[in-house]
Nanobody, 126 residues
Framework: QVQLVESGGGLVQAGDSLRLSCLASGRTVGPYVMGWFRQAPGKEREFVAANTRTGGTAHYADSVKGRFTISRDNSKNTMYLQMNSLKPEDAAVYYC???????????????????WGQGTQVTVSS
């Protein structure tokens, strides 16, 4: 079983940067796929970014391309989300998600991920 714990959320101003972390524990080898989703009040949970343990092309939602960067440190079983040029519409609870297999057709769907963290709040003031 994999446990995911997010950290790094907080209150920032528009234009600021923030880095989220997600620590995966419970196994020696981390999940193959790890990603980030977010959910704002009154909205559905949406995909933000994902990549695999072996690297390769990361996938991003159009709304964050060029501003957010996903990365992983496999030696620490930790995934990061560097968020730059934050906007008020980026405010949400950010969830770390993971799965042991890459879903080529559903990598941006929450049902493709078996493991979830509790979330970390990101608030962006205008």
């Amino acid at each position: 079983q994999v446990q995911l714990v997010e950290s790094g959320g907080g209150l920032v101003q528009a234009g600021d940067s923030l880095r989220l972390s997600c620590l995966a524990s419970g196994r020696t080898v981390g999940p193959y796929v790890m990603g980030w989703f977010r959910q704002a009040p009154g909205k559905e949970r949406e995909f933000v970014a994902a990549n695999t343990r072996t690297g390769g092309t990361a996938h991003y939602a159009d709304s964050v391309k060029g501003r957010f960067t996903i990365s992983r440190d496999n030696s620490k079983n930790t995934m990061y989300l560097q968020m730059n040029s934050l906007k008020p519409e980026d405010a949400a609870v950010y969830y770390c998600a993971a799965n042991d297999a890459w879903s080529s057709n559903n990598w941006n769907r929450d049902y493709a991920y078996a493991y979830w963290g509790q979330g970390t709040q990101v608030t962006v003031s205008s």
